[in-house]
Structure formats: structure tokens, C-alpha cells
């Protein structure tokens, strides 16, 4: 029980820890559901809007997948034929969607805020799917579900996570979840692409891969944003495999027995991921993909106020 | 009762008064179902195209959200992966579209008469979602459900209209439309956008912004379609706002009591409205855009004969 | 009754003559039900996702008709906006949908053998929608199908296939097809688009148009894929017209009584097609457009093993 239910998502601590119990304890339950293709009716009453000013393909996918599983009615706001051109305003675009009646707004913008801005225009629910650096709660929630389903429990989960800090808004996502959670969460990142703030985060932080992996229970690597990337920052792709690339090898005899290999997709093979670790059995990104249409509808049901299955 | 009832909807004309008061009837009581999330079912086994070749996302949006309310099958035609870049022209397009049983075509093109041509080649309902300079009769509808949402009598309401005469489609269908009503239209334009086809119609022009608003029940805006503008008319946006533009001061010392502010959106905030005139309370343009869906509702319903409510 | 039912479409030879015709008795009841407007819901627990990575309408139309036709769940994978931009493999983005939980690959790619090479990382149904000169096995199986409508059986009957036999990759399914059913297969075609492994298939190759229409019992014209074509194989589009375009004449004194016109769409007028020929009584290039939706929905049925009407 708790005192009240969250409406919006713009980072994980909107959620309290037993909202992110309960949710996980319902995606267990639509898991089993969505894998026999029964779908679920509650929400056919509400539509979706889904916002997405910069690209993604599994993200807008998944968000997809999950509303239309709930029989939501969703609309894709596909901003090369939007308004947008015509220099509306996000805040009239807004004010125009929700007199449609939109029930959810997911919203993909790269101006860090913009999940929160739209909340003054709008009593929609709001589900931050990215905003610039900031934040990618959603993302977070399945990484920890995904951990959660291999270890039923966080209580000193030992969880590693490598490669660019800097620009990953998935990290800070996690950090702070996984901390909610109870897990003890490690950074390792070029000292390039680790800025200051870094040491003020409840986490270990090192530059040596070994280290990292070193007794780990979870190996997540990070996303290089290659078309995001200040030049500069590390001298080659190549030499940034040498040194920060996860490799079988190092995996297999440093992490613990059990440990998972985990990353946000979409991979960079050879540069973040060696070789063909990404499909060993260990490797659990697929899982975090169905993972993430899951949680999705967890969530959405949770926010939205559908009925338990 | 009448004789024949509308099957298309090329402009407003194509619809009598009486056809028009009775779409206004269900659109109220689609509106009380709308606003409770009550769907509407009648139309489950018909498909509509929208076949939008110009860029729209409000006008786009509100029909398809007003076909899946319907239940209706929706293909939404990309023009930028489409077989226009193939050189099909639109007539084989057509062909090929109606033998996949299309049964509602809401058509927008640059070419005046588009949705005229397109009847040539198939028996599907037609909707004109704008052709050109030509019309734009859904815009119209809509601006006078919430006129009469509003005054519930059309007679002798002082409707005025300012801005871009010569660009605008809106204006053009709104004017016959008003004038089947019953209602008083004045137009307020600069002479430079007034052309002589203005002096022929059954309206009051007047190049005097404060005459135009004194007295209005409704003072409604034109957007300045900026991309459509030839060069020359005026001498510059800054310049336009100072005449024309609609400010709080004029409208609430000059207008009726009870007078409402209208705009088809999107609005150029400090162009054709002044300051936050558009979230004052007599400002009814969110309201158009809520009405835009569901008057689209009922004139689907009413051309395609779905049963009432 | 046969011993293993196909599950994938990569080219017609994937289907034996028996399933075939199972399609072709059980498109003859869809095509009733469908013009009735009757909706079929075996296959609403199933999500099947269009992956076109070069344009297409009709075809792409015309799979998501049939799918929304079945109730399945649809997604659309919208190159312009995905993760092929941010360089993820084509390989990882099946590996990702496929966790999605999606039933069937709709594929269309200019890669030859795409459709295969995602067999190796997904067990869902794949259909290839046009693998670039290799393969479109759909348009093949709803041209027999119109030719079966027509003369209800392939004993015997003279299938003319005219134009540019070598950026044509509908005239290799067509033949494959055509062959298996017993139909016998002529080839016209300007000696500059005929390669040498024309002389190796089981057909009669001409270069005289008046011999291939001569007692056709099916005339069917090949599309030029103007923005396909090589430099330098023929003079100039009026060239071509004027000795491989089909006329009205010789159609009408050439060909057999009841002969049928027959086009992959879309067509160019004054290119394959002179003058109105594909509007006469005997041109069947709609009823294939609508065919294309049927077999379409016969077909997926048949690989996903809906239930029968």
C-alpha cells in the first residue's frame, strides 16, 4: 500500500520502491499472459500518444506493442509530417493533442525537461522515454526487472556497468534505481567520459575493466553513441574496444558464477561487445528487449489505473 | 428529412441546412460519449484512406482519431514512400486503392479539385481535408458547431474574420458556410491580401481592424500561412501584428459580452494574436480542435450512413 | 493432404502445387466473405510486422490490409526513423522484433536472400515481399490466381509475359508458378533486357510481340523499372512502346476470344501500356490489385495456421 499512486513517469524516483515491486510482480504475471497471446482489454477506452522528436526504433517499438496490448487506441506523432515544420510550438502541439483527448503521453525529446514541460499543458499521464542526457526510466525498470527475473533479489546484487558515462542517460537511470533497490552498483568508464559529477554518486567508480568485472553478478555495457560523440574524447573505436570492450575471456573468468552479461541495445558489435559474447547464454539482451514490452505494460497499467489481470 | 443525403463532402455546399443542424444534434451527443470514453462501433467493417499529399498533423490526427473511434480500418498513406515517387499518377493510385475496398477517402492536396478528380475513379465517400486555396469544409464545420456550442442560434451572430483573405482555404469554405446559417460575416483583411473575388461576396470587408471587432460576437484569426506567403504583401511580420494582429485590449473593450476568440490553428503566437490572448478564457481554440474530432465523428457517420447513437 | 505445411514464403517453389490450389479455394471463400465486409479474428492473438526497407505502396497497402483483415496486431518497421540510421545490423534488429513476440516477417529489401539470412535469427513466419531481382512470390501467386478466376484451370492455357525480363523479379516467381501449375509460358522481351539464363528456363522466348500476343490466352505486361534501368539498353521510352508496348489492336485481333490483359501495377501509361487498354473490359489489372489482398490473407492463414472460415 502506499499513499499515492504515481500519474507520470519523468524519472525512476517518481516510482517508490513498492511501486517498482509491484510492478515487477505484475510484469511476472503479463510475462506469462503476453507469451501465451492472451491480451488484455482494460485500457481499450484510453489512448496513447507517442511523442518521438528524435529517432528509435525499439523504443517507440516497444511502446507500441505494449499500449496496443492493453487495446489502447495510439497514435504516432511522426514529426517530419508534423506541425513541427510549420513552427508550432511544442506547448500549442500539446494544447492541441490534449483537447483530442489523449489519455498518455510517451515522449522522446533531446532537450533534457521536456517530459516535465508537457505536464503544464497537460493532465495526461506522461512517460518520459528519453529526454536529452537526463534521463530513460522505462529503460531502467527493465534492466532491473531482467536482473530481478535472474536473481530474485538486489540485496548486495553486484552490478557492473561499463563504457561511456558521459553521455548515457540510461546510466543515470539505472544508478539511481538500482540504488533504490538496494544493489551495489559499480562505474566503470574512460576517465574522458567520466565528468565530476561522477564522484558524487552513490556508486564505485573505476577505469579498469578488470576490476569491474571482477566478481561481478552483472556485466552491463554501455551504449557507444557513436553519432552522439564529442570528437576527441578517446583516440579510436579500436582502442576503445582494447581497453573497455567486454570480452568472453574476461567474463568467464572473472565474473561470478551465474553472472549475466547485459546491455541497452542497440550494440555496437566489436566495439563495446567483442566477439560473439553477445549471444552466448549468459547474455541476456533479448531478454531485456521482451523485457521491455513487459514492463511497459506494467507500468502503463500501473500509471493509468487498469485492472489487475 | 430530406431528399438526397451527401455521400461526399467537396465543400460545405454539398451538405443542405438541414443535413447540417442534424450533424450539429449528433455531434453534441457524440460528445457527452467521446468525453466518457464510450466508443462507437457501427462503422467496424469499413476502411477509410487517408490520402494526405501536403504536410498536416492536426487536421491528419483528428481523422484518423475519428475514424478508429468509429471502429473504422485505417490505411494511412505515406506520400514520401509511395508509389507518387514511381510517377504512378493519382488516378492509378486511386484505381489501385479502391480495388483494396476503400470505402472513405479523406483526401488533402495542393491541387484544387483533387477530391472533384478522385470521384472520377471510384464510388468510395469522398472528405475534402483541404484542396489548395479551393476549401477546406471539415475546418468550416467545425468552427460553427462551436459557434453554435456557444450561442445556440446562428441568427444574426456577428461573426468577423481577420487576416490572410487570399491564402486562406478556411475562410473561403467558413464564408459559405456562416452564410447558409444565417450568420453576419464580416471580413477584415490588408488590401494587399484582399482580391477583387472579395467584393463579390455576401459579406462586410473592411480593412480597419477595430470595426471589424467592434461589435463581434465571434472574432476569429487567420493563421499567416508563412510558407505559402508570396513575398511583397506586406512589409513584415512586425509590421502585420501592429494592424492586424488581435490584441486582449481591442477584443475586451471593442467585442460583445460573451464574445469568443476563434483561430483553425496552428496559431503564430504574436502574429495574428497578440500576447496570451489564446489562453484567455473566451478563447475557444482548443475547444475547435476538441470539435474537430467530433464533428469528423458524425459527418463520417452521417456519409456513411452508420446508425445513431 | 500433404505431409509438412509450409510456414515461410521465400519464393513460390516453398509452396507444392497442392497447397496452392488450397490457397486459391480458400481465397474464392475469403473473397466473398471480404466483400461482404466480414472480418475474420482467428489471428488476433498474432502481431506481424512489415519490415519494407525499399518504398513500396501497393504492396505494403496491401499486406497491412490483410493483416488488419486477420485482426492481427500490426507493426510497422519505419526505415526513416529506425536504427538502421544508428547502424545496427539488419541481424540485431531481427533479433530484437523477434523478442518483441512477433508471428510473421513481412520483408521487402533489395538485398537478394534477405528473407533467408532472417530465418537464421527468428522461428517467426517470414514471407518475402520482393527480395531485389530475386524473388515476389505474392505477386506471382495473385496473378495465378486472377488467371484461375478467369479460366479456372492452368491445363494448357498460353501465359504471354511481356517487357523487361531482366529487372524484373515478378516474371521469376510468375514462371516458377506458372510452370508448376501446367500453364505454358512465353516470354517477349527486347534482346538487350533478355540475359542469357532466359535460354535456360522452361519457356519459349520471342522478341516479336505480334508472336507472344498471338492466341494468348493471357497477356500480361511487365512494369519498366524506370528508376531501376542501366543506362543504354534500349533507345528511349518511345522506342520501347513502339515495339514491346501493348496495343488495343493487336490485343483485340491477336489474342485468343477472352483473352485477359494482365499488369503487376503500377502501370506506365504510354509505355507498356498504349493508349486506354488498361481500362477495357479485358484488362484485369484491378482485380489483381484486389486480388492481392485476398491471396494475401489466404496465404498468411495458410503459413500461421489460422483456422478456416
Redesign the interface.
Known sequence: MFAMRAKDLYDVNDLCHEEVMEIFEESKEIKKA??R???IFSL????GCNL?VE????T???F??AE??LSM?V?N?NT????F?????LK??I???????IDLFVVRHKEPGTPVFIRKYSDASIINAGDGLHAHPTQAILDAFTMYENFNSFKGLKVSIIGDFYHSRVVRSNIKLLNMLGADVTICSPTTLSPREIRTLPIKYTYDLKEAIKNADVVMGLRMQ??RQSQGLFPSLKEYNKYFGIKEELFETLANKNAILMHP?????GVELSGDIADKPYSKI??Q??N??ITRIALIKHLLGGDSL
Open positions: 503476453y507469451l497471446g492472451e491480451k481499450s477506452d484510453k489512448t518521438f529517432p528509435s526504433t525499439r517507440k517499438n516497444s507500441e506493442l496496443k496490448y487506441n497514435l506523432f517530419s509530417s508534423s506541425a515544420s510549420k513552427k508550432e510550438t500549442d502541439t494544447l492541441t493533442m490534449k483537447s483530442m483527448k557513436l553519432e541495445g542497440p550494440i555496437n558489435r533479448l531478454d528487449v521482451q521491455g514490452v
